[in-house]
């Protein structure tokens, strides 16, 4: 427990060491940590802790998923409810078809293996995005599509993932192959309406406990009882953690951080707090995950598959990715919803992926074919795109002129 709370410890002060420094090289700080991470690892093997499935999703998605969603208006989601709804979960669909496919018929890989692969790559990483648009000062419509869109899309790939995950185990899908669309209509529904549900419930409980006090670390302690209890409670139910704790997230901002003074369940007080304390916690869970991105990207057996495995992997996802924007995009072209073609190129080469994608990998089941080919592809498009696309995001929003060229 010692030698654990030590490397904890010492993970944090590195994080916070390379944040100072990443500022003053206006070097994206996320980017720094992987790149940290990595060199630690190589130069001191058995440097730091080692992600899990358990450690990111009991500890990391949590508080990232719910200070994302905390100031997240639903007014401006519902007034651009068609497109990300379509990017989201129509978009979810085709990425992973495109993927698995891919995968399938490019690299020979078993139908099942490249399905969940898939499923659990179209999940696009709201974390690395928010990150960098706040460092960068991007805001308006163009934030709110991106964000909202990573956010959603992270519910519904969680969610096609289980369901990809269990017709694969169905002795590679030959049992599952009899279920009937109402089955799936129902598993489905299920999964999602369900998370949504618990979702609601806990943060609508949570605050009708605030309402009952002005004390401002009460109130705070009762939104982290909701961000983490709605996952927890989630999952132990079989339905979307990353859904539940985003609409606890939407609910408790909107009626409290977003909500006029006199109509919000929180105290004046507790706003500011509340408000800091999520961004402090979000600030520590990022840290510490993208720290342990690159100290686990060391040890990934990378050459055991070669460069030209990596590079395929990337190239499939990329070009999923595209054949997910820009005809989906172009759907509202003639409409109030329309997209415009710079909003497009971001969208695209914004769609980072990250923590719940590796989550997912690293909970796959070692009796899954191809289990550590799929890790080691996971490793590999996570780790290009933090650091190719997040260090040339900036260049990207620049020259598509979001930000001045100062």
């Avoid at 010692?2 to 996320?30: G, N, S």
């Avoid at 720094?32 to 450690?55: D, R």
């Avoid at 720290?291 to 990378?302: E, K």
Wanted: proline share 4%; glycine share 10%.
């Amino acid at each position: 427990m010692d030698e654990q709370l030590a490397k904890a410890v010492a993970l944090l002060a590195v994080a916070m060491i390379v944040a100072l420094a990443a500022r003053r090289v206006r070097l994206p700080y996320t980017i720094g940590l992987v790149i940290v991470g990595a060199v630690l690892a190589l130069s001191k093997p058995g440097f730091g802790l080692h992600l899990t499935h358990e450690l990111i999703f009991d500890l990391i998605l949590p508080p990232l998923l719910f200070e994302a969603a905390l100031t997240l208006s639903w007014r401006e989601l519902w007034r651009d409810a068609a497109p990300l709804l379509t990017l989201a979960g129509l978009g979810t669909l085709v990425s992973a078809a495109v993927v698995a496919y891919a995968c399938a018929a490019l690299l020979h890989w078993p139908t099942p293996s490249a399905l969940v692969f898939g499923a659990l790559i179209a999940a696009t990483d709201p974390v690395a995005i928010i990150a960098m648009f706040k460092d960068n000062g991007v805001k308006g419509r163009l934030r709110l599509l991106v964000e909202s869109e990573s956010l959603l899309n992270d519910g519904a790939a969680a969610v096609l993932f289980v369901m990809a995950l269990a017709w694969a185990q169905s002795a590679g899908g030959a049992q599952g192959a009899g279920q009937g669309a109402s089955d799936i209509v129902l598993t489905l529904a299920h999964i999602v309406l369900g998370g949504v549900a618990v979702g609601a419930l806990t943060g609508g409980a949570a605050i009708l406990l605030a309402m009952g006090t002005a004390e401002h670390l009460i109130e705070a302690a009762l939104t982290t009882i909701a961000a983490f209890g709605s996952f927890l409670v989630a999952e132990h139910f079989h339905v979307s953690g990353v859904l539940a704790t985003v609409t606890a997230g939407l609910i408790m901002g909107n009626l409290g951080l977003l909500s006029e003074e006199n109509r919000s369940y929180l105290s004046d007080k507790g706003r500011e707090f509340v408000h800091g304390f999520w961004e402090f916690a979000a600030f520590l869970a990022n840290s510490i995950v993208f720290l342990m991105i690159g100290v686990d990207l060391a040890s990934t057996p990378f050459s055991d598959y070669g460069p030209m495995f990596v590079c395929a992997v990337i190239g499939v996802v990329l070009v999923a990715r595209a054949i997910t924007v820009y005809p989906l995009a172009a759907l509202f072209w003639p409409t109030r919803w329309r997209i415009g073609l710079r909003e497009q190129h971001v969208l695209w080469w914004g769609g980072l992926r990250g923590a719940l994608g590796l989550a997912l990998a690293l909970s796959l089941p070692q009796s899954l074919p191809m289990r550590e080919a799929i890790v080691v592809a996971t490793f590999g498009v996570v780790a290009f795109s933090i650091v190719a696309q997040g260090l040339t995001m900036p260049l990207l929003l620049r020259a598509l002129g979001f930000l001045p060229r100062s």
